[in-house]
């Protein structure tokens, strides 16, 4: 069965820090997303990426940065994490192979607090 | 910018009931995906809608996707309180460097009450 891990469940960090969020799949998928649902905004890019080192910005990428050092892994980084980051972040992958129509799998989401 | 507008955004209904959300998008695309969130829950995705004229069920929900108008549609039959939930639909870019990302509508958040 398809699964999409994100490290953890619900995290709190102060102002200032630098943040990491993980996100592991274990379907062999080429892309990897990241996003943050807002109540009221529903979903929104934060970054994506096709391949292995590579990424590209999505819709609100200002304050984040990624890292794809590995197929299965794709990482989120505040750089210097502010109150108006606090947010639930989902990760999500999908396939480029063949039956490229298959829909994005998402993982459980990290309710991201900031003090 | 490939836009998606899902409406109604809030939807309360009674059991027994039928409704319609509706999901608009900006421009050509013939993938449509609809998922559905519970409460502090992730999205599962529900259909996947691959060209003009498909329509696909499953249960109560049954979704259908007009390329042309470009317009789907999530049609709930006899709502039970069950299918209380959020609703988004998302649409695949066509072509460039966006190929592969979702445009996701902001959601309907659909309550079912007795």
């Known amino acids: 069965d398809v699964k999409v891990t994100q490290s953890s469940r619900y995290l709190v960090k102060r102002t200032g820090e630098k943040v990491f969020l993980e996100c592991v799949q274990d379907?062999?998928?080429?892309?990897m997303f990241w996003y943050r649902q807002d109540p009221g905004l529903g979903l929104r890019l934060i970054y994506f990426?096709?391949?292995?080192?590579?990424?590209e910005k999505g819709d609100i990428p200002e304050g984040y940065s990624v890292s794809r050092e590995k197929k299965e892994r794709f990482s989120l980084i505040l750089e210097s994490a502010s109150t108006n980051q606090t947010s639930m972040y989902l990760c999500?992958?999908?396939?480029?192979?063949?039956?490229?129509?298959?829909?994005?799998?998402f993982g459980d989401g990290t309710r991201l607090s900031i003090l | 910018e490939l836009k998606v507008e899902q409406n109604p955004l809030f939807l309360s209904m009674q059991e027994g009931k039928n409704y319609t959300i509706y999901c608009n998008y900006s421009?050509?695309?013939?993938?449509l995906y609809w998922y559905r969130q519970d409460p502090g829950k992730s999205l599962e995705s529900l259909f996947v809608?691959?060209?003009?004229?498909a329509v696909k069920q499953e249960g109560r929900l049954m979704a259908s996707l007009d390329t042309k108008a470009r317009l789907s549609t999530l049609h709930i039959t006899a709502a039970v309180h069950d299918l209380s939930a959020t609703y988004f639909c998302?649409?695949?870019?066509?072509?460039?460097?966006?190929?592969?990302?979702?445009?996701f509508g902001r959601g309907t958040q659909l309550t079912v009450w007795p």
């Open positions: 379907m062999d998928h080429e892309n």
């Open positions: 809608l691959l060209s003009n004229g």
């Open positions: 999500a992958s999908s396939s480029r192979k063949g039956l490229s129509n298959q829909p994005q799998h």
């Open positions: 421009t050509t695309s013939d993938r």
């Open positions: 990426s096709y391949d292995v080192k590579m990424k």
């Open positions: 998302a649409v695949k870019a066509d072509r460039g460097s966006t190929l592969g990302r979702l445009y």
